[in-house]
Structures are given as C-alpha cells and as structure tokens.
C-alpha cells in the first residue's frame, strides 16, 4: 500500500519561499509521475506541477516563474518549492501519484495535505 | 486552456436516491482524460473513476461515468449515507495548458 507524507513549515512569511516535501512509502519515486496539488481554505482543487524521476517537469503556467518541482531517488521523495509567496498561496498542499493505464490517468494516491498559511 | 463546469454546484438527495452530476468541458476533450474524485472534508480527493468510466480500484459499482460530446456524467445509482461529499471532474489532456484542471466541485448534500 502506497502512502504519501508531506511535510514542511505550516507557516511562511509573505515574500518568502515555501518548501515542502513528500515522503513516499510502500513504493517507489522512480515509478511513476507526482504532482502538487493544492486547496485554499473552503476552495476548489488546483494543479501546481508535477515530476518524474529523470528530471522532467511539467508546471501550471501561472505559477511556472516561482515554481521547482523535484525528485529526490536516494530519499525516495518529491520536493516543492514556491519563491515570493503572499496570501493567495495560502492552501492545503497535496502531493499526489499519477496513473496511466492504456493511456487513461489519474491521481491514484494522495497525501493528507499539510497546510501551509502566508502570514507574518 | 480545457475549462470544466461541473453542474448542479449543490445537489440535495437523500439515502437510496440516484445522483447524477455533470461536468461539461471547454472546448473539448477526449473522454481518455477525465477523471472524477470523491473528496469528504478533511481529506484529500479519492480517484473514483479514470477515463470517464473506468472505476479506480476499490470503487464500488454503483459509481459510474459517461460521456457524450463535450459532456461528461457521473452517476451514483442509489446513494449511501457515506457518499454525501464534493466530486470534482479533472482533465489530462495532453498538450494543453495547463496540463491538469479541475471542476469547481459539486456538492452532494443530505436532504
């Protein structure tokens, strides 16, 4: 059974950066694509980007310029980093698995979520 | 950009009701890259269905999809108490961009 852990500070000062990681268990980084997810308090679901184990990335335009996604093999983890935040970053963060089969995909298993606040 | 509006935005049924939400997209999109999620609050989104209407693994079968068009429908057949939450529609479709978005969620809600 895969399972996914984020962790990191669940408070970040406007300008500053955000980081987070996401502990893989039960399974292997080098597997599959990962992506971040997040939801801001009492919204809807929003993609921020995702990786694979080679290195490629793949970001939501809108955040592309303050985004870095990667993978981490030796840790068997992913890692997200979100440059000059302000009050509009403030969500839930999920780290999530990608599926493909015969072509079709999903997000087959998440994180809990950990909440991150842009406050000073 | 592929733009999902999921309908009704609240929907109140009771136990042993059919549901049927509605995700319609925009412009287009092939039915290989739609998914639909069950998220209760508190937790993250569970994959329900992949490829508008492959149940993900552990997903009974009184959850169901299809597409016609543009248009896009997840049917719960009759409705268990644990089933009162809000499902969100997702693409995938390769070379847009973004490459993943999501409905803005519907509300399934005790009546």
């Known amino acids: 059974q895969v399972q996914l852990q984020e962790s990191g500070p669940g408070l970040v000062k406007p300008s500053e950066t955000l980081s987070l990681t996401c502990a893989v268990f039960g399974g292997s980084i080098s597997s599959n694509w990962w992506s971040w997810v997040r939801q801001s308090p009492g919204k809807g679901l929003e993609w921020i980007g995702e990786a694979y184990h080679s290195g490629a990335t793949n970001y939501d335009p809108s955040l592309k310029s303050r985004v870095t996604i990667s993978v981490d093999k030796s840790k068997n983890q992913l890692s997200l980093r979100l440059t000059s935040v302000t009050a509009a970053d403030t969500a839930v963060y999920y780290c999530a698995r990608h599926i493909a089969i015969r072509g079709m995909r999903g997000f087959d298993y998440w994180g809990q979520g950990t909440l991150v606040t842009a406050s000073s | 950009e592929i733009v999902l509006t999921q309908s009704p935005g609240t929907l109140s049924l009771s136990p042993g009701e059919r549901a049927t939400l509605s995700c319609r997209a925009s412009?287009?999109?092939?039915?290989?890259?739609l998914a639909w999620y069950q998220q209760k609050v508190g937790q993250p989104p569970r994959l329900l269905l992949y490829?508008?209407?492959n149940r993900a693994t552990g997903i009974p079968d009184r959850f169901s999809g299809s597409a016609s068009g543009t248009d896009f429908i997840l049917t719960i057949s009759r409705l268990e108490p644990e089933d009162f939450a809000v499902y969100y529609c997702q693409q995938q479709q390769y070379g847009t961009s973004p490459l993943y978005t999501f409905g803005q969620g519907t509300k399934l809600e005790i009546k």
């Open positions: 412009p287009g999109l092939s039915s290989n890259y």
């Open positions: 490829g508008a209407s």
